[in-house]
Nanobody, 123 residues
């Protein structure tokens, strides 16, 4: 079994920065891709950023481009999300997710999820 554990959330003021981390543990696992999603109160969960494990290529939601950066550390099986210039609209529960190669080849969605970490940005 694969577990994802997020950390780094908290309460900050608008304009501040936070860095989220997600560590994979359990059986040996090399994902096809990892991503950060977020879900704000009353809204659906949405993708924020994703990174392909093999080559590090990344993509971002328009709302966070230029402010958030996703990165990975293959040695520690960690994916991070550096969040700068935070806004109140960034307030949400942030989830780490991993897509296995079987899921990728079958055209499926992310198949492993963390428990989420709360990010609250005050104005």
């Amino acid at each position: 079994q694969v577990q994802l554990v997020e950390s780094g959330g908290g309460l900050v003021q608008a304009g501040d920065s936070l860095r989220l981390s997600c560590v994979t543990s359990g059986r040996a696992f090399t994902p096809y891709a990892m991503a950060w999603f977020r879900q704000a109160p009353g809204k659906e969960r949405a993708a924020v950023a994703q990174i392909t494990w093999s080559d590090g290529s990344s993509s971002y939601a328009d709302s966070v481009k230029g402010r958030f950066t996703i990165s990975k550390d293959n040695a520690s099986n960690t994916v991070r999300l550096q969040m700068n210039s935070l806004k109140p609209d960034d307030t949400a529960i942030y989830y780490c997710a991993a897509k296995s190669f079987p899921a990728y080849f079958r055209g499926r969605a992310y198949d492993y999820w963390g428990q989420g970490t709360q990010v609250t940005v005050s104005s």
